[in-house]
């Protein structure tokens, strides 16, 4: 079986929503993809800022890399993707899974967005499913469609190192939730599977941390060997039944996430904000007893 290339992966940690994001390096050349950009938010006073986005540009800069891809993982309900203001200042194509159209259907409806809205994911460069291929640079990559966090999640696997998005955490944090609109515990479940069938070495990279009770420092990195062997909801063989009965009882009992209301309206659209109005003002709705 022929090796893969090591990536050479950057990491991002943005505290304020414990979300990791990632440059994916090909070690042979200057090209490189960003995984699960940020853009910073304040809820209280509606105001977005770039600092987060602009570490992730100014080390690309700093390095002479080349975008090729701006991937997201699925649609993120914990913050707010800056996926276009990097593709403006560094190029590159946005990537997402092509179950986006489920989850614009979804949440078009929630947010009552009306026929303005396209449904068809066109604000996307490309649309993922499983199975498809791509390159950064001489690195080859692989997409896993992994639903159940989100109907639309992906792990894209780029030469040896998988980016599992909210699907896997740490060993000893677990797996994602599955409550949200289009959530399933059931394929969460055959989706790790999918993960967990990758070879051991496969560097797993997660999307947030949030530090396990009795751990100090954040962390972000595990491999699938590890993940078999010591992840607190899937590992040492256990099984899907009491998975799902685990994983249905702990989400019944969680918050929604701070930052849901303006993510999901954001991120549906790649990134950007919705059309300003009449008044040229852009706003964010709050649908009330919805979610």
Known sequence: MTTSPKADVKAFFDEATFTVSYVVKDPASAAC??????????????RTDTKSADAVIAWVRDHGLTVEWILETHVHADHLSAAPYIQERLGGKIGIGDRITVVQNTFGKIFNEGTEFQRDGSQFDRLFKEGDSFAVGNLQGHVLHT?????????????????????????????????????????????????????????????????????????????????????????????????????????????????????????MRAGHMPPPEDDGRTYLKVPVNVL
């Open 147 to 267: 639903p159940g966090h989100t109907p639309a999640c992906l792990t894209y696997v780029i030469g040896e190192a998988a980016f599992v998005g909210d699907t896997l955490f740490m060993p000893d944090f677990g797996t994602a939730r599955c409550d949200f609109p289009g959530g399933s515990a059931e394929m969460l479940f055959d989706s790790i599977q999918k993960i967990l069938a990758l070879p051991d070495e496969t560097r797993i990279f997660t999307a947030h941390d949030y530090k396990a009770p009795g751990r100090d420092v954040y962390a972000w990195e595990s491999t699938v060997g590890e993940q078999k062997a010591k992840n607190i909801h899937v590992g040492a063989g256990k099984d899907k039944d009491a998975f799902v009965k685990m994983r249905t009882e702990r989400d019944a009992k969680l918050a929604m996430p701070r930052l849901i209301v303006p993510s999901l309206q954001v991120n």
């Open 33 to 46: 993809a960003i995984v699960d950009s940020v853009l910073d938010f304040d809820y209280a006073s509606g």
